[in-house]
């Protein structure tokens, strides 16, 4: 599994590029540096991008489902891009587990997700 970090906007917009299967090491690094930028700037924005994608472990789901509640209210917009019909079914499926703007994208549409 691939889990790629990375900032723009000054580090108020975290992508987050993922493929293969996340595992709960995966969030060992992830929940740290969204920490960071949320403390930072207290609410951010995070596009999810999904290449060759296969889901979550176990593990992963468990930890994916504490940052959500813990984070629920500090993710301001979530763009999820990836092209298969379950990817966006899960745009749609996180949408109880936080306030933010969620909004699915084909990748194609990379620059408007980021925008």
Not at 43 to 61: C, N, P, S, T, Y
Not at 70 to 76: A, D, G, P, S
Not at 87 to 96: I, K, L, Q, T
Not at 106 to 112: G, I, M, N, S
Request: net charge negative; aromatic share 14%; hydrophobic share 45%.
């Amino acid at each position: 599994m691939a889990l790629d970090f990375h900032e723009t906007a000054n580090g108020q917009i975290v992508i987050v590029q993922a493929s293969g299967m996340l595992s709960k090491e995966n969030y060992e690094h992830f929940v740290p540096e969204t920490e960071r930028q949320i403390q930072q700037f207290g609410k951010i924005r995070v596009l999810f991008e999904m290449q060759d994608f296969h889901g979550w472990e176990m593990g992963a789901v468990w930890e994916n489902t504490k940052f959500d509640l813990k984070h629920f209210n500090q993710i301001e917009r979530l763009a999820v891009v990836g092209a298969k019909a379950w990817e966006h079914g899960m745009s749609v499926f996180c949408r109880p587990f936080m306030t933010a703007k969620i909004q699915h994208f084909e990748r194609t549409e990379f620059e408007k997700a980021l925008n």
